[in-house]
């Protein structure tokens, strides 16, 4: 890893240039792979403007994930960007201590990080804020072990198997998702005023 | 069997013109007989043994020849639940949900590693047989098993029909009723199946829990 | 080299003067709701076992009649922890888990995984590697599209195309089961090299398959590409612009049927897959029908790219000379004590990985596969990430499937063409 080495990724120099001290540091893996370091209290302001900025346009959101390092180190949450138009990577990260696990969600910016999030938050505990529907996605609803890819957490899970099997065949799946979420048994909207069709007319 | 009379006798069809109409037999082997080949799978398939529980299925393994011809997508109108693949705890009440359906006489299959001991996914969202949630008549080995494997496993459940007897019904097959979408396993049978074994036992260590000791490796310290 | 729009050999509406979109223009009095029938939404649950929803995926639907208003994917019940589990396993353990998250294309899978490890660790595989990985992809690409057309068939009420796709797909079977022991759950791929170099003729064995495959291929699309049938069923239904559909994440063929040429072996090539002669195929109106005839056509161009792969599949070493990386020969192991205490030191061991990041992705059959691999100098992963293309895919469904029928919301679930090992995970 070499800290400070020039890039051949144009956006590492305009990112510094733009944003100066949002922009921690940045790294080129020796796979040749750009690394961004953001503030995590301005990374939607600096990804929004990877997205939007005609010069680099990385609209493809390729992924959101996370890493644990152990030993009470902080979590790196890691956005992996592609530009179509341009043929570039770029990955983005925020590092966030243990202690405050929040960090604002991208999915205005992109609908991808909708779930891919979510799976954050249910893994990892990270707690996107402004994401419109953050609840567990892989793991139920009422799973209380706690989050599994923490490095804390034990392979096995924290209960015993006897007690995760209990657990397990009482919940209800017809729970998850409740008629009252989906506004069930109100009448449908009737349009004011149909559209006369065109084309479709039996000649 | 009242044949007599009627058009297949008189013309001699199958039994013949002059074959007695009627036939003496056990009545367990005539229930057993009918149960046997015309049982109608309710293919839980859920990962990669399902894939090959449809290739059994498929024109080059053809389970129809053994009066498999129905796969029965509800579970109301099945005989052997086959439960293909990895089943995770949030699947479980499914499975045991599935399972309560299916009306009696009913049977089940275990296809695979995962479905029978939890195979190598040891984790915390794994269950370890599925044998802790539903009385499993038999387990085929493999990952996944081949086709042949699972007609063969069929087999074995035929196999197991014709020795079953309808006087011995409620010590085989009866369920109580009020453990349905319970565990078949009570706490401590549970443990015992579903203890680590094998190559999970030695392997307990992840990468990154201890900071690195390798001198020339460490990650660089952050500021 | 020029890539080219999939040319419709059909009119889109082949009988003149019918439209085989819901009939909902013929009488336009008929769609007015009646006030006192019909006022109640009803809520539907398919799955999670369901043989229409390609695994254990659960859809909640609202329906207004027969039209989805709503639909909220419930996923997580084959959540079976191989990223977890990948922390406890050394790099090369591994593999035996990647095969079994996407078991429609293991060999992708595969090969994706060690790229990256080798990608952290800066390991060049040998050339014969390189272009055994490229035929293992492009098969396993066949593979993955010959049961999506099956059980997409089904789904729309064709039988025979399943009965089809599965007699090839039972010789790619055997091609497997030649080249590493097991029919879906492969493991062929070993940091460095290949689990077993390929057996003596298995490359003629997979020439006559990419001979012989072209005939069966015509027969489904003489089945399926102008069947009226298949034509109402997925014409204009589950449309997505290319816009929304960058803006999700759509990859692979499905962001192809849209339009936008984006393939990993064109704009980011691995492994001289900018030397193979193929063009990637897209879309013009990104419904079903479109995502259909773009994977139709990335089957016969992998044919092409098998024919050039075995064209130019060279002599040599298939592993790399490395004894750090490289297990000695069974033989050695056998016949000198030293061979012997270096397997089993490196069984042991393990091979150590920089402690770094590496982010490397292949085109996968059903898009972007990337994997995301941390190392911290020892030898097993701090975090082995699978970037999932069919999760991101199938994140769209709500949005693809609002204001349609019930019946069309199957036929949008089985034209993403999901596995759910994968997206569960």
């Known amino acids: ?203 | ?223 | 080299m020029a890539r080219r729009t999939v040319e419709y050999t059909v009119s889109r509406n082949p009988e003149a003067g019918m439209d085989f979109r819901p009939t909902q223009g013929l009488d336009a009095a008929v769609d007015l709701p009646e006030p006192d029938i019909g006022s109640e939404h009803m809520l539907i649950n398919i799955g999670p076992q369901h043989p229409a929803t390609h695994g254990v995926l659960r859809l909640v639907c609202e329906l207004d009649g027969e039209t989805v208003v709503k639909v909220a994917p419930d996923i997580g019940y084959l959540h079976t922890g191989f990223e977890k589990l990948g922390e406890y396993r050394t790099w090369n353990q591994i593999v035996t888990l990647t095969d079994r998250i996407d078991y429609l294309a293991p060999l992708i899978y595969n090969c994706a995984y060690v790229m990256a490890v080798e990608k952290l660790m800066g390991i060049e595989v040998t050339e014969r590697c390189r272009v055994v990985r490229v035929i293992l992809m492009e098969l396993d690409r066949i593979f993955s599209h010959l049961l999506w057309l099956g059980t997409t068939a089904i789904d729309v009420g064709a039988f025979t195309p399943f009965l089809y796709a599965f007699q090839e797909r039972e010789r790619i079977y055997t091609l497997h089961e030649s080249l590493t022991g097991a029919r879906i759950t492969t493991s062929a791929t070993r940091i460095g090299g290949m689990m077993a170099d390929l057996p003596e003729g298995w490359a003629e064995a997979v020439r006559e398959f990419c001979n012989t495959f072209p005939n069966t291929l015509e027969e489904i699309h003489q089945l399926l590409t102008t069947n009226a049938i298949h034509l109402g069923r997925t014409q204009d239904v589950g449309v997505i612009s290319a816009e929304d559909a960058v803006n999700c994440g759509f990859t692979g063929p499905n962001l192809r049927a849209t339009g936008v040429e984006y393939d990993l072996r064109k704009d980011a090539p691995y492994y001289d897959y900018e030397t193979y002669d193929f063009e990637v195929p897209v879309g013009q109106h990104g419904d079903c029908y479109d995502r259909y005839l773009v994977r139709m056509e990335e089957m016969s161009q992998s044919v092409r790219i098998l024919h050039q792969a075995l064209d130019r599949l060279p002599d040599g070493p298939i592993d790399v000379e490395d004894p750090r990386i490289t297990l000695p020969t069974k033989t050695d192991c056998m016949n000198d004590m030293e061979s012997m205490i270096h397997h089993f030191k490196l069984i042991t061991d393990g091979i150590p990985a920089p402690a770094e990041d590496c982010y490397f992705a292949v085109e996968g059959s059903k898009g972007e596969l990337g994997m995301y691999v941390v190392g911290d100098g020892g030898p097993k992963p701090v975090r082995w990430r699978i970037r999932p293309p069919s999760f991101v895919n199938l994140s769209v469904i709500a949005k693809l499937a609002e204001g349609h029928m019930l019946s069309d919301l199957i036929m949008i679930n089985a034209s993403l063409d999901i596995v759910l090992g994968e997206i569960d995970r």
Not at chain 1, 56 to 63: A, E, F, G, K, N
Not at chain 2, 50 to 65: G, P, V, W
């Open chain 1, 1 to 203: 890893m070499s800290d400070g080495a020039t890039s051949s990724n144009p956006s590492v120099g305009a990112l510094n240039a733009r944003f100066g001290d949002a922009v921690q540091r940045t790294e080129i893996t020796s796979a040749g792979q750009d690394v961004v370091f953001v503030n995590p209290a301005r990374n939607t302001e600096v990804l929004g403007w990877l997205k939007d900025e005609a010069d680099h346009r990385y609209d493809l959101l390729v992924d959101v994930t996370a890493v644990d390092y152990g030993g009470g180190r902080p979590i790196e949450v890691v956005y992996q960007l592609w530009s179509i138009p341009h043929k570039r990577a770029l990955r983005v990260k925020c590092e966030l201590p243990l202690d405050a696990l929040r960090i604002e969600s991208v999915v205005s910016l992109w609908q991808t990080a909708d779930w891919l999030e979510r799976e954050v938050f249910d893994l990892f505990g990270v707690t996107f804020t402004g994401h419109p529907d953050l609840r567990r996605i892989l793991m139920p609803d009422d799973y209380e072990e706690g989050h599994p890819l923490r490095k804390d957490f034990p392979l096995r899970g924290r209960f015993s198997r006897a007690e995760q099997t209990r657990r397990a065949l009482t919940q209800d799946p017809a729970h998850y998702y409740k008629p009252e979420d989906f506004d069930v048994g109100g009448a449908p909207a009737v349009p004011d005023q149909v559209e006369p069709t065109t084309g479709s007319e039996p000649a």
């Open chain 2, 1 to 223: 069997m009242g044949l007599e009379g009627s058009p297949s006798s008189d013309q001699g069809g199958l039994i013949g013109f002059a074959a007695p109409t009627f036939l003496t037999t056990k009545i367990d082997f005539i229930v057993n007989w009918a149960r046997r080949n015309s049982l109608w799978p309710m293919p839980f398939g859920t990962a990669c043994c399902a894939i090959e529980m449809m290739a059994a299925a498929a024109s080059n393994f053809d389970l129809a020849r053994f009066g498999m011809e129905r796969m029965a997508f509800s579970p109301r109108q099945a005989d052997v639940l086959i439960c293909a693949g990895r089943v995770p705890y949030k699947l479980a009440p499914v499975l045991r949900r599935i399972w309560d359906q299916m009306p009696q006489p009913k049977w089940c299959i275990s296809m695979g590693a995962c479905a029978s001991t939890g195979g190598v996914f040891d984790t915390y969202c794994m269950v370890q047989g599925i044998d802790t949630i539903v009385p499993v008549d038999v387990y085929i080995p493999g990952c996944p098993p081949r086709p042949e494997g699972l007609i063969y496993g069929l087999m074995m459940i035929q196999e197991k029909i014709r020795g079953e007897s309808l006087s011995r019904h409620g010590e085989l097959r009866a369920e109580d009723p009020l453990l349905v979408g319970a565990p078949r396993a009570n706490a401590e049978e549970v443990a015992t199946l579903s203890g680590p074994f094998g190559n999970s036992t030695q392997q307990e260590e992840a990468g990154g829990i201890l900071p690195s000791e390798r001198p020339t490796m460490t990650r660089p310290e952050r500021g």
